[in-house]
């Protein structure tokens, strides 16, 4: 079965870190590009940031931008997010999600998503 | 505020067609292909369409896609109360060099 699951979320202070996981399942991670989309409470999505197949190329949303750091193992068919200098707008769930193509453009398989919360 | 826009809500009857609208610009829609995600509460985003108008494996021909120019458009056809969900455009922004959505749009059956 084709799949992705993420950890490490929890309650993190602000300006505090914390790593989040993705471990993939079921395909060859190795030959796809991979994302990372959250979204906060009663709100929509939000891209957050995209990995190539080979990390050759990432990109971030210029709201984590300096602060969050994508990440992958293709050996181990794991995705990473470090987060740091966390804020309380980072609140929210965060899915990891396989690209389609190749273009950052469409998203078929999603993880459960997990939750980040950033207060004091 | 959201770079794609989207209406907030539709609502149509059982049976019925409705269609959610997704605007952007030449940056984003008019030089990229679009795709569509359903959100139920409590579950993970489901690609419905990707490359404007392609449905992956196990989506219904209930739901297409099209593009003309800076927009997108989302049909659904013979709608069903399990239809109830958020909807969300997407794609890539070549200006921003990052990923986009629509502010999402809150589909009620009737």
């Known amino acids: 079965e084709v799949q992705l699951v993420e950890s490490g979320g929890g309650l993190v202070q602000p300006g505090g870190s914390l790593r989040l996981s993705c471990a993939a399942s079921g395909f060859s991670f190795s030959s796809y590009s991979m994302n990372w989309v959250r979204q906060a409470p009663g709100k929509g999505l939000e891209w957050v940031s995209y990995?190539?197949?080979?990390?050759?190329?990432?990109h971030y949303a210029h709201s984590v931008k300096g602060r969050f750091t994508i990440a992958r193992d293709n050996a181990k068919n794991s995705l990473y997010l470090h987060m740091n200098s966390l804020r309380d707008v980072d609140t929210a769930v965060y899915y990891c999600?396989?690209?389609?193509?190749?273009?950052?453009?469409?998203?078929?398989?999603w993880g459960q998503g997990t939750m980040v919360t950033v207060s004091s | 505020q959201s770079v794609l826009t989207q209406p907030p809500s539709v609502s149509a009857a059982p049976g019925q067609k409705v269609t959610i609208s997704c605007s952007g610009s030449t940056s984003n829609i008019g030089n990229n292909y679009v795709s569509w995600y359903q959100l139920l509460p409590g579950t993970a985003p489901k690609l419905l369409i990707h490359d404007n108008n392609k449905r992956p494996s196990g989506i219904p021909d209930r739901f297409s896609g099209s593009k003309s120019g800076t927009s997108a458009t989302l049909g659904i056809t013979g709608l069903q109360t399990g239809d109830e969900a958020d909807y969300y455009c997407g794609t890539w922004d070549g200006s921003l060099s990052a990923g986009v959505f629509g502010g999402g749009t809150k589909l009620t059956v009737l």
């Open positions: 990995i190539a197949s080979s990390s050759n190329i990432i």
């Open positions: 999600a396989r690209d389609i193509q190749t273009r950052g453009d469409a998203f078929d398989i």
